[in-house]
Each structure stands twice: as structure tokens, then as C-alpha cells.
Nanobody
């Protein structure tokens, strides 16, 4: 059974940075698609960014391009979301999601989810 444990959320001022972690157990980053989704109050869950072992598929939401980046530490079986130049509109609960490649950025595609971590950006 795949389990994902997230950490790293918090409160940050606009322009600041945060790094979210998603530690995976029961899964190795061989054939993968790892994504972050977010959900703000009263809004639907939306895809933010995705990378996969299939180099031809990836995704970044237009509003986070150049600011957010995923990296993977295979030795730690952990994926990271580095978020820079944060804006108040980035405020949401962030969820990591994992499945096999490719990146199909709809929530229903991903079979494994983290518990979510709150990111709050103050203006």
C-alpha cells in the first residue's frame, strides 16, 4: 500500500518561499507521475504542477510557472515542491498525489494522496 506523508506548509509573507515535502512509502520512483494539487476554501481542487518519469509529460499551471518546481530525492523516496515568490492567491491546502506515468492532471487519475498541508500567504 502506498502512503504519502506531507510536511512543510505554514504561514509566509508574500514574496517568501516554502518547500513542501511528500515522503512516499510502498512506492519507488521508477515509473511515476508526481503532482501537487491545491484547494482553496469554496473552490475546486486544481492541479498545480506535475512531473513524470516519462520525460515527455509534465505540467505547470500558468500562474506558478517560473516560481514552483518539483524535485525528487530517490534515496529518501521523497518529492519536494519548492515554492518561491509566493502570492496571497497561492493560499490553499496543498496535496501531493502519486501514480504511474504520464501526467494526467485530473484528481481522479491519481490513486495515492497525501493528507494535505496548509499554505497561507499573507499580503
Amino acid at each position: 500500500e502506498v502512503q504519502l506523508v506531507e510536511s512543510g506548509g505554514g504561514l509566509v509573507q508574500a514574496g517568501g518561499s516554502l518547500r513542501l515535502s511528500c515522503a512516499a512509502s510502498g512506492f519507488t520512483f521508477d515509473d511515476y507521475a508526481i503532482a501537487w494539487f491545491r484547494q482553496a476554501p469554496g473552490k475546486e481542487r486544481e492541479a498545480v504542477i506535475c512531473v513524470s518519469s516519462n520525460a515527455g509529460t509534465s505540467y505547470s499551471r500558468d500562474s506558478v510557472k517560473g516560481r514552483f518546481k518539483i524535485s525528487i530525492d530517490n534515496a529518501k523516496n521523497t518529492a519536494y515542491l519548492q515554492m518561491n515568490s509566493l502570492k496571497p492567491e497561492d493560499t490553499a491546502v496543498y496535496y501531493c498525489a502519486l501514480d504511474s506515468s504520464p501526467c494526467i492532471v485530473v484528481p481522479g487519475y491519481f490513486g495515492s494522496w497525501g493528507q494535505g498541508t496548509q499554505v497561507t500567504v499573507s499580503s
